[in-house]
């Protein structure tokens, strides 16, 4: 890449120039971003996975401004129009909006009111008019009558078309109305008065008659009024003040008073309203669609790694109930690994009300396959499926679970499923999916397409290949995060370790089926088409328990192992001893350890993981339990304290089961005693917490909650209001009006 691309990222990103570039030639290889922000810690300076996907994203963006300026330079070449100084500008611009606008007077176009007046040989008059000499223009006019130009008022016309595209096209008018834009640009909507009173226009009603600056709106507004213009409802406009604008076109291009200047003025208002407005409103729908997106996908990325990265029960024997009530509710067994064992459907609730029948068959499955936990799913039925479990003696402590089934059935009819269970139905596939969960959240949620798990807003109106992109990015993060037993792992699973594809992953599921359990690491390497490279990458997050070397079960890359062979050789003793004996590594000095390979980040980390090696680094389950006292909405009443999980979390607060089939909001202004600017700040997905019903709308379906403690001191937080806008400096011209016109000529010299 180009040193001045690796200079603007480190700029852009308040990053060390050596480290951006590092990231860099590191992505050339191949390397991913876990192995990258994990175990290159020297290289980058100890950037993190955000900071070094932020630099591999600017890295795709200048790669592919690249091979837009490629294609310009050719098509302005192939032209014959291509200067020195004007290939020079085109290589040195570092922004794909400049080099659009530089590209924009020499882009091939479709037939316009421009160039058919250029057809009919009116140029030499618009550059005459437009040089605003105090000419007789009507006589002037008179000279290009021919067939084609019957009056002079049809020349003036094609004569003011063409000024209109100059200005359009001049880097100068767009760079002040863009400025213009960003400074002071109105998002606005309206309903279509045919669909007012549309059953379905309703949801936007919020929208029907609104306006708020652009820069203040949030994505979710801007994604909402989308929609609604989408699905037929709204009509939304992004605009500025548009006699202003024409004002300051006509202030840097208007320097006389005379019919020349009159004429030229006729045009900028023409070239602003059909040209120049649509055209940059059409830039800042991109943006700030853009823009809305990114936020989206953002929240979506946060909520899906903190659901990835649920807490497990981890091995133990499990029941798991697919709640339902004409159906029934379909109980599978599972085994401490996920193992299906046995399935049974029980019908205890409405119409069948077999409650009896279903207590012994709970009891007998939870004594035949030493159950250990009880895991039910939230939807349909669930309620009265806690009441039934929570009811039985088992003779045993049984814990019990509520499970976010969250696209349980989209995996039950996947192809996944149907590899995995080819016998089964989807209900039983269900079934076990809510049990998996309990168990290892992460490791059957990577089975589901990540947008089908419920956990974003407006999934399917945000750019669906960006998302696609950060949210194999989040799995990838939190697989590697916590480690895959490799012994264990499914091939869906281990996909998402650093280094691996579908094909590797399905030759490491194949080799241990064929030649057992891995003992050490560097049989992976035995692996068909896993080669040094790939090993290099996924090593360090693959884990062996009771490998023969007890670092194969640890975060320790195996080209650390001499490093940690030396420190043990240093306390003269085992690695297993440091791994065991606290005393014995507070006696390490790491700076002893520190090569020319080795630095004092990699070192601390190796300390860190000798502490805890193979541990899991996700939060203990909880049991938790909804009040028994609420089953539907209307049961709630103002001023009721009652205990709910997080189900969702957006910028404007957050969602809450509270056990009544309708989840409430919590608003971001009551999240807490004090200012939140992001909720994410307070609360985490799946988070026990206690609220205070404001209010319910049974009729709307909406509850709306607090999280405020009523007896704690409000805390007051000043928020500092930045009245003093920067206003960007007006993009003038090189130096006046006629440094404008000159450029104008030399390009129609050509």
């Not at 294609?71 to 500008?89: D, F, M, N, S, Y």
Request: aromatic share 6%; hydrophobic share 35%.
């Amino acid at each position: 890449m180009d040193f001045k691309y690796i200079q603007q990222i480190a700029t852009d990103l308040s990053l060390n120039v050596k480290h951006v570039d590092n990231v860099s030639q590191l992505h050339g290889e191949g390397a991913t971003i876990p192995f990258i922000s994990r175990y290159r810690k020297e290289a980058t300076g100890n950037m993190d996975e955000v900071q070094v996907a932020n630099v591999i994203d600017k890295i795709k963006y200048y790669d592919e401004l690249e091979k837009r300026k490629e294609t310009v330079l050719k098509t302005i070449e192939a032209a014959g129009k291509l200067t020195p100084e004007l290939k020079q500008r085109i290589e040195n611009t570092i922004s794909a909006t400049e080099l659009e606008d530089i590209y924009l007077p020499y882009k091939p176009k479709r037939k316009t009111r421009a160039t058919v007046a250029v057809e009919k040989g009116l140029e030499p008059l618009a550059k005459t008019i437009f040089e605003q000499k105090n000419i007789d223009v009507d006589g002037e006019s008179g000279k290009y009558l021919t067939e084609n130009v019957k009056d002079i008022n049809e020349a003036l016309q094609g004569a003011r078309d063409i000024m209109a595209e100059w200005v359009a096209e001049s880097e100068q008018a767009r760079t002040l109305i863009r400025s213009m834009f960003e400074e002071g640009a109105i998002v606005s909507s309206r309903v279509l008065t045919t669909k007012k009173e549309d059953a379905e226009a309703q949801k936007y009603r919020d929208y029907f008659d609104f306006k708020e600056p652009l820069a203040k709106s949030p994505s979710h507004r801007i994604l909402a009024i989308r929609r609604g213009e989408k699905e037929g409802f709204l009509i939304m406009d992004i605009a500025v003040e548009k006699d202003v604008a024409i004002g300051e076109l006509k202030d840097s291009f208007v320097t006389s008073s005379n019919p020349s200047s009159q004429q030229l003025e006729q045009a900028i208002e023409d070239a602003y309203v059909r040209l120049l407005k649509p055209a940059i409103e059409t830039e800042f729908r991109m943006n700030s669609k853009t823009a809305a997106d990114e936020e989206a996908i953002k929240v979506f990325a946060e909520n899906l790694r903190q659901l990835l990265l649920a807490s497990p029960l981890g091995q133990k024997r499990v029941l798991a109930i697919d709640p339902g009530f004409r159906t029934g509710c379909k109980v599978v067994c599972l085994d401490e690994s996920g193992a299906f064992l046995k399935y049974e459907t029980i019908f205890p609730h409405a119409p069948q009300n077999e409650w009896m029948n279903a207590v012994n068959a709970l009891k007998r499955l939870v004594s035949d396959y030493h159950i250990e936990a009880i895991g039910y799913g939230n939807g349909t039925a669930s309620k009265e499926t806690d009441q039934l479990v929570r009811s039985i003696d088992f003779g045993k402590p049984v814990t019990i679970f509520m499970v976010n089934e969250s696209g349980a059935s989209i995996y039950s009819a996947s192809e996944v499923a149907r590899e995995e269970f080819p016998e089964e139905d989807v209900t039983v596939r269900g079934a076990i999916s809510i049990g998996r969960r309990l168990l290892d959240p992460l490791s059957e949620l990577v089975k589901i397409d990540a947008k089908s798990i419920g956990v974003g807003q407006y999934q399917h109106d945000v750019n669906q290949n960006r998302l696609k992109e950060s949210l194999d990015q989040v799995v990838e993060s939190c697989v590697n995060y916590v480690g895959v037993d490799v012994n264990t792992a499914s091939k869906h699973l281990l996909v998402y370790v650093s280094g691996l594809t579908a094909t590797t992953a399905k030759n490491i599921v194949e080799f241990r089926s064929k030649n057992g359990a891995f003992r050490k690491r560097d049989e992976l390497l035995k692996v068909s088409m896993l080669g040094p490279k790939a090993f290099e990458q996924c090593a360090g997050f693959l884990r062996i328990p009771n490998a023969e070397n007890p670092l194969d079960n640890s975060a320790v890359h195996p080209e650390s192992y001499p490093v940690v062979e030396e420190m043990a050789a240093k306390l003269n003793c085992s690695v297993n001893d440091l791994i065991t004996n606290a005393e014995l590594r507070k006696q390490i000095k790491a700076k002893e350890f520190v090569n020319e390979t080795v630095g004092v980040y990699t070192i601390e980390d190796i300390l860190k993981e000798l502490e805890k090696p193979g541990r899991d680094p996700r939060e203990a389950i909880e049991e938790f339990r909804f009040d028994e006292g609420l089953s539907a909405i209307e049961d709630l009443k103002p001023g009721m304290k009652v205990p709910g999980i997080i189900t969702n979390i957006t910028n404007f607060g957050a969602f809450v089961d509270v056990g009544v089939k309708q989840d409430g909001l919590v608003h971001v202004s009551h999240l807490a005693n004090k200012f939140v600017s992001d909720p994410n700040e307070v609360v985490k997905l799946n988070q026990k917490v206690m609220v205070t019903v404001l209010e319910v709308d049974v009729p709307r379906k909406r509850i709306s909650l607090s999280m405020k403690d009523d007896n704690a001191q409000p805390v007051r937080t000043e928020r500092k209001e930045n009245n003093t806008r920067q206003i960007k400096e007006k993009a003038q011209p090189k130096s006046n009006f006629h440094s404008s016109l000159d450029a104008l000529r030399r390009k129609f010299e050509k």
